[in-house]
C-alpha cells in the first residue's frame, strides 16, 4: 500500500522523483539521509519523520500541523552553533516504533499546502550549513528502493513508469503470463524487454546451452565465467533477469508436442525459434486453443562482401490467422529466407522491438493505426511493409 500511495499522492510522488529517500512507515512519512552539521562541526545525516493526513486512505491531504520530527543530533550552522530558529523540542518520543529525538517548528504564514513543500523547508533549512561546508553533500540520492512489502512484481519500485506519469497506462500489463519459445538471440531481447513490464509471470523456454556465440548475439555481457559454468540459456537468463523481476520460470527444455499444453495458461507467446516444423506446430496449436502469438523471423545474407536481408514479426490473433501459412513455410526449406544462421545483435534487438511494440499495441498500450499482422523491416531500404491488416 505504501508505494500506492506514494505513486497516487503527488507531493509524494515529486520527493521521491527528485530523489528524496522517503518511506511510508503506518501512518508518517520518513525521509532519510538529510545532511546536517553536529555541534563538533562534522556533517552528519538524520531522518525527518511527519504523520501523514490521508484523504480516504489512498491519497495525501493537506498537513495537518507543520511540526515535523527529527532522528539525530540538533542540527547546527557551520560554525557549530545550534540552529535556534526551527527549535521546538527536545525530548525523546516513539511512534509505533519510530523513536525520533526531537522536533521542529517552521511556519510559513499560509501553513503548508503539501508534503513536498513541508519536507522541502526543512531539508532546506537543516542541510544549507552541511553543504556550505561540503558541496558533495546532498539529500537528493535517488537510491534505489526495494519492493520489500512485495507490492509490485519487480525487486524495486518501478520510478521510470511514475516520472512519467504512466502507471495507469501501464497497469495494462498486470495479470499477463507471457512465454517466450527460444532464447537464442531475438529471445532474448523479448526477455530485455518484457522483464522491464509488470506481466505476472514470463515463462522462458529453451533446452540449449549458453555457448560462447550466444554471447555475442544477447543483451547484457557474458563473463568468462558465466560462460565455463556451461549453463542452459533458460537458467542463465532467468538468472539475470530474476534482479529485476521476481516471477521469471525457466523451462529448460523445448517446447514439443507431449508438451506443448504448458502453455494452455499463458495469455501471449513469443516464438523465436529457427525451425518452421516448431513454429508451426507450436502456432497451430495455438490458434486452436485461442491464444494469441507472434512469431519472429531474420534473415540475412552475404553479397558482395555486404550483408543483406530482413526482420519479420508476424502476428496471430483470434481476429486474424489465415495468413500464417502464406507467411512461413509448412517445413524447414533452405529457400526460407528467414532461418539462415547469421545473426547479429542489432538486428535482434530490432527484431525483438518490432514484436514487443506490437504486443504492447494489442494490450493498449501503444495506439495501433494499422493493425498490420505481418511486418517486414529490410536492411538495405531501410522500409518497412506492413500486410494482413484485421
Given at each position: 500500500m505504501s508505494q500506492q500511495l506514494i505513486n497516487h499522492s503527488q507531493d509524494l510522488k515529486r520527493l521521491r522523483d527528485e530523489g528524496y529517500e522517503i518511506e511510508v512507515r503506518g501512518g508518517h512519512l520518513l525521509v532519510h539521509h538529510i545532511p546536517y552539521v553536529r555541534s563538533d562541526k562534522t556533517i552528519q545525516y538524520g531522518i525527518l519523520v511527519s504523520t501523514l493526513t490521508l484523504k480516504n486512505g489512498a491519497t495525501t491531504a493537506t498537513p495537518d500541523n507543520h511540526v515535523i520530527y527529527f532522528i539525530g543530533d540538533n542540527p547546527c550552522n557551520d560554525d557549530g552553533t545550534i540552529i535556534t530558529a526551527i527549535q521546538h523540542d527536545n525530548s525523546a518520543k516513539n511512534f509505533g516504533g519510530i523513536a525520533i529525538n526531537r522536533s521542529f517548528s517552521n511556519k510559513p504564514q499560509q501553513g503548508y499546502p503539501n508534503y513536498y513543500e513541508k519536507v522541502k523547508r526543512y531539508a532546506d533549512i537543516i542541510s544549507a550549513p552541511a553543504k556550505y561546508l561540503d558541496s558533495t553533500v546532498t539529500e537528493k540520492t535517488f537510491k534505489v528502493i526495494p519492493d520489500n512489502a512485495n507490492e509490485t512484481v519487480f525487486q524495486y519500485i518501478d520510478t521510470n513508469s511514475s516520472r512519467a506519469n504512466i502507471d495507469l497506462i501501464n497497469s495494462k500489463f498486470n495479470g499477463q503470463k507471457i512465454a517466450i519459445i527460444g532464447l537464442g538471440g531475438t529471445g532474448a531481447y523479448v526477455l530485455d524487454l518484457i522483464a522491464k513490464t509488470p506481466v505476472s509471470e514470463i515463462h522462458i523456454f529453451d533446452g540449449d546451452d549458453f555457448d560462447q556465440h550466444n554471447a555475442f548475439r544477447s543483451p547484457g555481457a557474458a563473463s568468462i565465467d558465466d560462460l565455463n559454468k556451461n549453463q542452459r540459456k533458460a537458467e542463465y537468463l532467468s538468472g539475470i533477469y530474476a534482479n529485476m523481476h521476481k516471477h521469471i520460470i525457466p523451462h529448460s527444455y523445448y517446447v514439443l508436442k507431449d508438451n506443448i499444453q504448458e502453455l494452455d495458461q499463458m495469455s501471449f507467446v513469443f516464438i523465436c525459434v529457427d525451425k518452421n516444423s516448431v513454429r508451426n506446430m507450436i502456432v497451430k496449436y495455438l490458434i486452436r486453443i485461442g491464444i494469441p502469438c507472434?512469431?519472429?523471423?531474420?534473415?540475412?545474407?552475404?553479397?558482395?562482401?555486404?550483408?543483406?536481408?530482413?526482420?519479420?514479426?508476424?502476428?496471430?490473433?483470434?481476429?486474424?490467422?489465415?495468413?500464417?501459412?502464406?507467411?512461413?513455410?509448412?517445413?524447414?526449406?533452405?529457400?526460407?529466407?528467414?532461418?539462415?544462421?547469421?545473426?547479429?545483435?542489432?538486428?535482434?534487438?530490432?527484431?525483438?522491438?518490432?514484436?514487443?511494440?506490437?504486443?504492447?499495441?494489442?494490450?493498449?498500450?501503444?495506439?495501433?493505426?494499422?493493425?498490420?499482422?505481418?511486418?517486414?523491416?529490410?536492411?538495405?531500404?531501410?522500409?518497412?511493409?506492413?500486410?494482413?491488416?484485421?
Open positions: 507472434i512469431d519472429v523471423g531474420l534473415g540475412v545474407e552475404t553479397v558482395d562482401d555486404k550483408l543483406r536481408g530482413a526482420t519479420r514479426v508476424t502476428t496471430v490473433t483470434k481476429a486474424k490467422n489465415d495468413h500464417f501459412s502464406t507467411r512461413v513455410f509448412a517445413e524447414d526449406s533452405e529457400n526460407n529466407d528467414y532461418v539462415t544462421n547469421i545473426q547479429i545483435a542489432e538486428l535482434n534487438s530490432l527484431n525483438a522491438c518490432f514484436a514487443v511494440i506490437k504486443w504492447k499495441k494489442l494490450s493498449g498500450f501503444y495506439v495501433d493505426q494499422e493493425s498490420e499482422h505481418n511486418s517486414i523491416f529490410t536492411i538495405g531500404t531501410s522500409k518497412i511493409i506492413n500486410d494482413d491488416a484485421t
